[in-house]
T-cell receptor, first 114, second 115 residues
Framework: DSGVTQTPKHLITATGQRVTLRCSPR?????VYWYQQSLDQGLQFLIQ???????AKGNILERFSAQQFPDLHSELNLSSLELGDSALYFC?????????????FGPGTRLTVL | AQKVTQAQTEISVVEKEDVTLDCVYE???????LFWYKQPPSGELVFLIR??????QNEISGRYSWNFQKSTSSFNFTITASQVVDSAVYFC????????????FGSGTQLTVLP
């Protein structure tokens, strides 16, 4: 158990809908990362927050957004969903931004868009 | 830009065989860290090891060992006496140079250990 929690574990929805994925980092970790894992794109970085502030954006679509709350949990919002958004979405946390910090991953949310 | 290449898409071995998973990376940083993660069939990503670029000593942890060679930009992972429970996808990863330090992952190697 990494100490990072993600809910829900599975999500099935229809095209055009909006969903929210939730992540609670390990106790004390200030940095939260979101990654998407799909068969064709592999593991790709989406967005990162540090202590409530957005610090970096990767290959995140404009239909997707995220935020980190004062209690450090984070939410990833996906809207106008398309079939291609079906993927495993991971949240990871680390204590700081140093490159020696390993990131601890949550169990993921498997999103299926029908 | 950072890049991680895992050329072996799939490897299949019989239990008790040794197996080496290759990882080649590109970075402009002079000091950096490298990571290996395991993704078992259950889907979670499990941290295995972190190595820094200024320590090229091989690391051994039980049946796992890692060989880091800066001269060839490689960070290979060997499992000795493989077991069925080692079956998983293994990812090599490199933090970016930017302040966020997000990970750039290789495409992963699917290891299947047959009984």
């Amino acid at each position: 158990d990494s100490g990072v929690t993600q809910t829900p574990k599975h999500l099935i929805t229809a095209t055009g809908q909006r969903v929210t994925l939730r992540c609670s980092p390990r106790s004390g970790d200030l940095s939260v990362y979101w990654y998407q894992q799909s068969l064709d794109q592999g593991l790709q970085f989406l967005i990162q927050y540090y202590n409530g502030e957005e610090r970096a954006k990767g290959n995140i679509l404009e239909r997707f957004s995220a935020q980190q709350f004062p209690d450090l949990h984070s939410e990833l919002n996906l809207s106008s969903l398309e079939l291609g958004d079906s993927a495993l979405y991971f949240c990871a946390s680390s204590p700081e931004l140093a490159n020696y910090n390993e990131q601890f991953f949550g169990p993921g949310t498997r999103l299926t868009v029908l | 830009a950072q890049k991680v290449t895992q050329a072996q898409t799939e490897i299949s071995v019989v239990e008790k065989e040794d197996v080496t998973l290759d990882c080649v990376y590109e970075t402009r940083d002079t000091t950096y860290y490298l990571f290996w993660y395991k993704q078992p069939p259950s889907g979670e990503l499990v941290f295995l090891i972190r190595r820094n670029s200024f320590d090229e000593q091989n690391e051994i942890s039980g049946r796992y060992s890692w060989n880091f060679q800066k001269s060839t930009s490689s960070f290979n992972f060997t499992i000795t006496a493989s077991q069925v429970v080692d079956s998983a996808v293994y990812f090599c990863a490199l933090p970016t140079s930017g302040s966020a330090r997000q990970l750039t992952f290789g495409s992963g190697t699917q290891l299947t250990v047959l009984p």
